[in-house]
């Protein structure tokens, strides 16, 4: 199995790649395929959840591994290696712990309307980069999931899928990167 790259995507390390628990994959698209039955079992099943904290950190590892835990070993695991995006990997668990709290103050507090907030979480979680892979996906499922929470509805990520290097892709990672450097404007207005 050879996987590509794509600029705003986490590169596989070939410790994680032996983590590829289905063996008869040979494209990129045949994994994204299986990838995709995998999520949608875990959507499934996230649909039958009565509780679920979007805030709870082993909720959080939980919703991971439901989406990728029939495509990767180490799904709902935090990330043991150094990636291009996120925190170095042992810093995950404490900025977790803080991004959190701080999100939960903010809920508290009214800082921002519940998109603002959801949009933000968003971005710190993906920032972060918890998991080897499956950043993206997680993390905007887990947004859904605190908007629901927060005001009954999901987010438009676009029609586009924000996987293959699309028009709507590009934006989305320029949008994040704008948020890296404090303006979260753009990440609202692809979110609009
Ligand atoms: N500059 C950035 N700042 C924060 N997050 C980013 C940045 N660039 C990319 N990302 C996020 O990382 C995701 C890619 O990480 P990855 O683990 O490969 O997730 P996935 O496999 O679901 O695409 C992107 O979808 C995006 O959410
Ligand atoms: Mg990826």
């Known amino acids: 199995m050879k996987f590509d790259s794509l600029p705003g995507a986490t590169p596989i390390d070939p410790d994680e790649a032996a983590g590829l628990i289905p063996s008869h994959l040979t494209l990129q698209k045949e994994l994204n395929e299986f990838e995709e039955a995998n999520i949608l079992e875990g959507v499934q099943w996230l649909n039958k959840q009565r509780r679920g904290d979007p805030l709870d950190v082993d909720f959080i590892l939980r919703v991971h591994h439901r989406m990728f835990g029939q495509t990767w070993r180490w799904a709902g695991k935090l990330r043991l290696t150094d ?4 925190v170095p ?11 959190l709290d701080d999100v939960t103050a903010q809920i508290r507090h ?3 309307g519940p998109t ?3 949009a933000r979480y968003h971005h710190r979680l993906v920032s972060i980069h918890v998991f080897p892979n499956g950043n993206g ?20 990520w676009g029609r586009d899928s924000l ?3 699309t028009e709507t892709r590009a934006h989305y990672i320029a949008s994040l990167r ?6 979260y ?5 692809f979110l609009k």
Do not use: V
């Open 83 to 86: 990636k291009n995006i996120g």
């Open 89 to 99: 990997h042992y810093e995950i668990r404490p900025r977790l712990r803080l991004m």
């Open 110 to 112: 009214q800082s921002y």
């Open 178 to 183: 704008s948020a890296d450097a404090g303006d």
């Open 137 to 156: 996906r997680h993390a905007r499922l887990m947004a859904d999931l605190l908007l629901i929470k927060l005001a009954g509805r999901r987010f438009d």
């Open 163 to 165: 996987l293959t290097p």
């Open 185 to 189: 404007a753009p990440l609202l207005a």
């Open 116 to 118: 603002e907030l959801a």
